[in-house]
């Protein structure tokens, strides 16, 4: 089981926007703005996508954007491509010993 | 850029003690920048973080691996290291090793090494 949900899966036709949700608790999500998302396609490294919530690393696509209200972050995608089918991870600084903590992962389709 | 190249047996018997070696290029593993953390993903499964050291020698460990798991660093090799005593199956993983943040953001990731647990 792990620290943080996601769904499963999501899926979105190209052109559509799609949300990927991230739950945790005020020890994680909801007590630090450290959450971060990474994309995974398969066979690959993951790729970190988003930091810090809501901030870009150079490179990165402006169609991908991060928030957080409460507990949940969320990924959103806009202006789905084809290419952006991959699974998609949330971490979040944790205040635990353990400093990171993962979520299950989401599996995004373009269909 | 920072790159890091894991490296070690890729096939270890059940109850033996796994070691991984990630070599850092590109910038030194003694920078006060990042720590330098570990994280694997079972196949087909999702990824699970396994700990992490800063160049200081303070460690971070999954609570649920953490009697198992020694982190260590060579700065003089510019290399830190995974041992994971006792494996079973259920080590059977992608080891990738990678830099962290202090807000937890993994920037730089190994390209991963699979290491099977069997006899």
């Known amino acids: 089981q792990s620290a943080l949900t996601q769904p499963a899966s999501v899926s979105g036709s190209p052109g559509q926007s799609i949300t990927i949700s991230c739950t945790g608790t005020?020890?994680?999500?909801?007590?630090?703005?450290?959450v971060s998302w990474y994309q995974q396609h398969p066979g690959k490294a993951p790729k970190l996508m988003i930091y810090?919530?809501?901030n870009r690393p150079s490179g990165v696509s402006n169609r991908f954007s991060g928030s957080k209200s409460g507990n949940t972050a969320s990924l959103t995608i806009s202006g789905l491509q084809a290419e952006d089918e991959a699974d998609y991870y949330c971490?979040?600084?944790?205040?635990?010993?353990?400093?990171?903590?993962f979520g299950g992962g989401t599996k995004l389709t373009v269909l | 850029q920072l790159q890091l190249q894991e490296s070690g047996p890729g096939l270890v018997k059940p109850s033996e003690t796994l070691s991984l070696t990630c070599t850092v290029s590109?910038?030194?593993?003694?920078?006060?920048?990042?720590?330098w953390g570990w994280i694997r993903q079972p196949p087909g499964k999702g990824l699970e973080w396994i700990g992490s050291?800063?160049?200081?020698?303070?460690?971070y460990y999954n609570p649920s691996l953490k009697s198992r798991v020694t982190i260590s660093v060579d700065t003089s090799k510019n290399q830190f290291s995974l041992k994971l005593s006792s494996v079973t199956a259920a080590d059977t993983a992608v080891y990738y090793c990678?830099?962290?943040?202090?807000?937890?953001?993994?920037?730089?990731w190994g390209q991963g090494t699979l290491v099977t647990v069997s006899s």
């Open positions: 990678a830099t962290v943040r202090g807000t937890a953001a993994i920037d730089y």
């Open positions: 810090d919530v809501s």
């Open positions: 050291i800063y160049y200081s020698g303070s460690t």
């Open positions: 590109g910038g030194s593993i003694s920078s006060s920048s990042y720590y």
């Open positions: 005020s020890s994680d999500v909801g007590g630090y703005n450290y």
């Open positions: 971490s979040s600084y944790t205040s635990s010993s353990t400093l990171e903590v």
